[in-house]
T-cell receptor, first 115, second 114 residues
Framework: GAGVSQSPRYKVAKRGQDVALRCDPI?????LFWYQQALGQGPEFLTY????????KSGLPSDRFFAERPEGSVSTLKIQRTQQEDSAVYLC?????????????FGPGTRLTVL | AQKITQTQPGMFVQEKEAVTLDCTYD???????LFWYKQPSSGEMIFLIY??????QNATEGRYSLNFQKARKSANLVISASQLGDSAMYFC???????????FGKGTHLIIQP
């Protein structure tokens, strides 16, 4: 079946603009995760959804970052008033089971560049 | 909090040789999982192999095996008979320790030479 998909694959934003990044998880997967990967680093956890409930947002770096998954499927990560330090690859992952119990499968990521 | 250490920033290996990528972890949680992911230049994280902390045997998946040494807190990835297509970044990651997300190391850049 289809894997995790993300759109857009690349996004260039001017500093101060708002952006929205979309994730389509594997169908039927309960859990959805967002990660931020800076250049040359491993991914860092941002937030976790179990179905439509956002159970963990401890990794969101500031209140400019907001994520939602209103129907328990597609998720959107929104970044308001983007800054240069937000430039990174944003990875989405999903798993069949709740967090900590199952393998996470990743999408191709969205590369965000803030000018 | 969990911590993953990958001490090899980069490795060059001849095609068809076996390669071992090092990973050590630090956790006080008795229940955890260890994962290896491959990230080619396209950017997607590809799941390779999983080892649970209570698994008695080392995990294997085709040419990949995980050398799990619990007392040493190490979870090295072994790739047998390396191929040119194995060239990529490799990340070790852990679950558990009270965190919902995975904790990743900084990765090892593996280059397979013909």
């Amino acid at each position: 079946g289809a894997g995790v998909s993300q759109s857009p694959r690349y996004k260039v934003a001017k500093r101060g603009q708002d952006v929205a990044l979309r994730c389509d998880p594997i169908s039927g997967h309960v859990s959805l995760f967002w990660y931020q990967q800076a250049l040359g680093q491993g991914p860092e956890f941002l937030t976790y959804f179990q179905n439509e409930a956002q159970l963990d947002k401890s990794g969101l770096p500031s209140d400019r970052f907001f994520a939602e998954r209103p129907e328990g499927s597609v998720s959107t990560l929104k970044i308001q008033r983007t800054q240069q330090e937000d430039s990174a690859v944003y990875l989405c992952a999903s798993s069949l089971e709740p967090a900590r119990r199952d393998t996470q499968y990743f999408g191709p990521g969205t590369r965000l560049t803030v000018l | 909090a969990q911590k993953i250490t990958q001490t090899q920033p980069g490795m060059f290996v001849q095609e068809k040789e076996a390669v071992t990528l090092d990973c050590t972890y630090d956790t006080s949680d008795p229940s955890y999982g260890l994962f290896w992911y491959k990230q080619p230049s396209s950017g997607e994280m590809i799941f390779l192999i999983y080892q649970g902390s209570y698994d008695q045997q080392n995990a294997t998946e085709g040419r990949y095996s995980l050398n799990f040494q619990k007392a040493r807190k190490s979870a090295n990835l072994v790739i047998s008979a390396s191929q040119l297509g194995d060239s990529a970044m490799y990340f070790c990651a852990s679950s558990g320790g009270g965190a919902d997300g995975l904790t990743f190391g900084k990765g090892t850049h593996l280059i397979i030479q013909p």
